[in-house]
């Protein structure tokens, strides 16, 4: 089975800087995809960024961007130019590659101080 | 786009009552499934189905039933509801993982209380 730990709980960041979001995650398998959503006040989950295992290349979206490191088991988000719309939970998630379910972290709650 | 749409968004029972959460989608998505946030755990998957007529467990079965008798409706029942399941019920859906990005659609989330 596959787990996905998010050591960090809570996290603020004063607007328009950097911050970084840590993931973990243990499996024995080769190929599957990973995940960041975002969940904010309004309780909709969003997807943020998706990152497939075979490739090299890390992940970006405008602002949002990854840092995978496959051997390290690590999928890390970095959010530049933080802006006061980030403020959110985030998830960070896995699935196997051939299969539909996610497995989540426990999520850290980010607050982007004005 | 309607997308994943739940309803009830609220709802408050008392132990031992029964309900069903109902969850429906316009985007023809083969998979849905039923997840459960609780504070400090994430979510966790309660049922899934890969097309209509097939149901199975996830991590968090017990206490919960499914059906899917259509392709776009995949109703959650509580069928004895208890303080435990207490939680934020979200539905989600998306493409078999041969044909789509592996993209999940959440709806809004529906709040149970259970007194």
């Known amino acids: 089975a596959q787990t996905v730990t998010q050591s960090q709980p809570e996290m603020s960041v004063q607007e328009a800087e950097t911050v970084t979001l840590s993931c973990t995650y243990d499996?024995?398998?080769?190929?599957?995809?990973l995940f960041w959503y975002k969940q904010p006040p309004s309780r909709q989950m969003i997807l943020v960024i998706r990152?497939?295992?075979?490739?090299?290349q890390n992940a970006t979206e405008n602002r949002f961007s990854v840092n995978f490191q496959k051997a390290a088991k690590s999928f890390s988000l970095k959010i530049s130019d933080s802006q006061l719309g980030d403020t959110a939970m985030y998830f960070c998630?896995?699935?196997?590659?051939?299969?539909?379910?996610?497995?989540f972290g426990t999520g850290t709650r980010l607050t982007i101080i004005p | 786009n309607a997308g994943v749409t739940q309803t009830p968004k609220f709802q408050v029972l008392k132990t031992g009552q029964s309900m069903t959460l109902q969850c429906a989608q316009d985007?023809?998505?083969?998979?849905m499934s039923w997840y459960r946030q609780d504070p400090g755990m994430g979510l966790r998957l309660i049922h899934y189905?890969?097309?209509?007529?097939?149901?199975d467990q996830g991590e968090v079965p017990n206490g919960y039933n499914v059906s899917r008798s259509t392709t776009e409706d995949f109703p959650l029942r509580l069928l004895s509801a208890a303080p435990s399941q207490t939680s934020v019920y979200f539905c989600?859906?998306?493409?078999?993982?041969?044909?789509?990005?592996?993209?999940?659609?959440f709806g809004e989330g529906s709040r149970l209380t259970v007194l």
């Open positions: 985007m023809n998505h083969e998979y």
């Open positions: 990152q497939e295992a075979y490739k090299q």
């Open positions: 989600a859906s998306s493409y078999l993982w041969t044909s789509g990005s592996g993209e999940l659609f």
């Open positions: 189905s890969v097309g209509a007529g097939i149901t």
């Open positions: 499996t024995s398998e080769s190929n599957y995809y």
């Open positions: 998630a896995f699935m196997k590659f051939g299969n539909e379910k996610l497995t």
